[in-house]
């Protein structure tokens, strides 16, 4: 199985996972041409792609997907909500209506050889979901777009061999920075984003001895800085109560925010 970020953050944000005969994306929030670009990384092109899966119907999440999706007919999979809610944003443009799949929380489903799991988070938005995708005995998740976390989070998001997991921001750069006071209150509420804390208060909830890769995705570009999520999170897991576990234990790497990260093969 391989993982990827394609590109992650406030300004946009996509990520690849595929086993040899199935490539399926989540969200598409690029340009398709940046898409189209971050494919051949993968030695995929968008021909090869069995479907999109979408988290939500924000616009970092989904600017490239009526390009991508008209271009190579790729079905689209989204809660009934997040694909009404997409259907009524202009800027995404007419998308054939046999593309949409509705897709419900807890439910599993398969694309080709994948299994794709939903699970709730709390953001928001219409009805937003992260994914847990499994290819055998290999498993996989994107977990971003959460202003909390509770005991369902922490239970789909167990076992896994990697996972890409939001760290959006610095609570004091936020809270100091140039965002209006509305804007800050909605991204520190529990319908937000989660802190460099909370993450890295998460992610010690659910490693275990085989986690292989963690991606720390969606930064803010105002409100955070690379180097101080990475740092935050290793802190938080190695000051955590609830393991023995290092922050050097385990190999946690920051998303890019505008070019693909490593593609990762597990």
Not at 115 to 141: C, E, F, L, Q, W
Not at 166 to 176: I, P, S, W
């Amino acid at each position: 199985m391989r993982f990827c970020a394609f590109a992650s953050g406030s300004s946009g944000n996509c990520t690849y996972a595929g086993s040899d005969s199935t490539h399926i994306l989540v969200d598409v929030g690029m340009s398709g041409k940046r898409v189209e670009a971050a494919l051949e990384t993968a030695d995929i092109s968008g021909r090869d792609l069995r479907g999109i899966l979408i988290t939500h119907e924000h616009s970092d999440h989904i600017c490239g997907l009526g390009v991508i999706s008209r271009k190579y007919q790729i079905p689209i999979y989204a809660t009934e909500k997040t694909i009404e809610a997409i259907k009524k944003d202009k800027s995404v443009g007419n998308i054939d209506e046999d593309l949409f799949n509705v897709i419900k929380a807890d439910n599993k489903f398969m694309l080709g050889d994948l299994t794709i799991n939903p699970m709730k988070i709390s953001h928001d938005a219409a009805d937003p979901v992260g994914y847990r995708i499994s290819y055998g005995n290999k498993k996989v998740a994107v977990c971003t777009d959460l202003g909390k976390y509770d005991e369902y989070t922490v239970e789909a998001l167990k076992g896994l061999d990697a996972v890409l997991l939001e760290a959006n921001h610095d609570v004091k750069m936020l809270q100091l920075g140039p965002y209006p006071y509305p804007l800050k209150q909605r991204i520190l509420s529990d319908r937000g984003h989660l802190s460099n804390e909370l993450s890295g208060q998460l992610l010690s909830r659910i490693l275990h001895d085989d986690m292989k890769y963690v991606y720390l995705g969606h930064l803010s570009k105002e409100n955070n800085i690379p180097e101080l999520a990475y740092e935050a999170v290793r802190t938080e897991v190695t000051l955590s109560p609830v393991n023995n576990y290092k922050g050097d234990d385990f190999c946690i790497r920051v998303a890019k925010r505008s070019e693909p990260s490593e593609l990762i093969a597990i």
